[in-house]
């Protein structure tokens, strides 16, 4: 991983050129919850301007650091960034607490955050989600691989939901997705098995043969649907 990020920067910096201000790890390779075969290197890249022909110099890098699986860096200027701050709340909030400077000055130290649309954003997110999910188990073929497969895609963004979820509800945000899993569990009263398999085969812990994975997508389902219908109910009422 160091090496890969190291020869990031390196090339970040000679296709930007002063441009480039500062370079900010985030995601789990910093909360200790990085898996090499699900995790994403997640890079946020804060530019002096960002035209079409200074994105355009910026392809060169991204394009064979996509290729090795890692999503395109999100590219702002440091005012686009503040701008955003109200509408990106969770995004923002969980990169302020967890980052990495690998390269320029620490701007997230004072990034000041509008918290005013933060609740908005996690009931909005847990219901797209909710409803997503949906639709992939109705377009996808009914087969256990690609079943599985929609679960442990979708299963690291309803941690973070519910982590928010929890925080817009007054509680002290958990630490890591298990944590989120069984605090939400608790809160709503839904039951984790679905989720708490899921990340027991993200993590290594259980191969898809020792799994009833018709079971599994059964009470993940349930646990997002009674979740999502809590916490709007919660907040509705709060």
Known sequence: METKL???VDRLKSAAGDNLKAVVL???AVTGEFIEQHSDLN?????ERASAGDLEKLHPVAEPWMREGNPAPLIFTLDELQRSADVFAIELLDMKNHHRMLYGEDFLERLNLPLGLHRLQVERELRTNWVRLRQA???APQKKNIQLRIMLDSVAA???LFRHALMVLGQPPPGGKREAVQA???ASGANPAGFQTILDVRE???KEKEIDIEVTLQTYLEFVEVVTNDVD???ETS
Do not use: Q, W
């Open 233 to 235: 109910r919660r907040l």
């Open 204 to 206: 290594g812990k259980r």
């Open 184 to 186: 939400i569990a608790k």
């Open 158 to 160: 309803f941690c973070v």
């Open 26 to 28: 985030y995601g789990s």
């Open 6 to 8: 190291s020869s990031l």
């Open 137 to 139: 188990v109705v377009a």
């Open 43 to 47: 890079v946020l890249c804060i530019v």
